[in-house]
Nanobody, 115 residues
Framework: QVQFVESGGDLVQPGGSLRLSCAAS????????IGWYRQAPGTQRELVAG???????YYTDSVKGRFTISRDNAKNAVRLQMDSLKPEDTAVYYC?????????WGKGTLVTVSS
């Protein structure tokens, strides 16, 4: 079983940047397709960005050109660099495999974009 621990969330002004990190507990991490998901209050959780075991990257349209996903298999970690943040990016951000598995949801990390 894999456990994910997210970190890096914070309060940031519109236009600012944050870097989220996701640490995984298992050495099989490098064989997993990983996604960053987010859930804003009153909305369903959505996939924001994904990176396959082979390095194929996906972004949802609303973050293209602003967010960058990367992975470090040696450290069992996935990162999400978020630039030009907007208030609508406010959400709890989670990492999970793709497609997501219920048992792997962690606590997430809160990103608040507000002036």
């Amino acid at each position: 079983q894999v456990q994910f621990v997210e970190s890096g969330g914070d309060l940031v002004q519109p236009g600012g940047s944050l870097r989220l990190s996701c640490a995984a507990s298992r050495s099989i991490f490098e064989r997993l397709d990983i996604g960053w998901y987010r859930q804003a209050p009153g909305t369903q959780r959505e996939l924001v960005a994904g990176i396959s075991s082979g390095g194929i990257i996906y972004y949802t349209d609303s973050v293209k050109g602003r967010f960058t996903i990367s992975r470090d298999n040696a450290k069992n970690a996935v990162r999400l660099q978020m630039d030009s943040l907007k208030p609508e990016d406010t959400a709890v951000y989670y990492c999970n495999i793709r497609p997501p598995a219920m048992v792997y949801w962690g606590k997430g990390t809160l990103v608040t974009v507000s002036s």
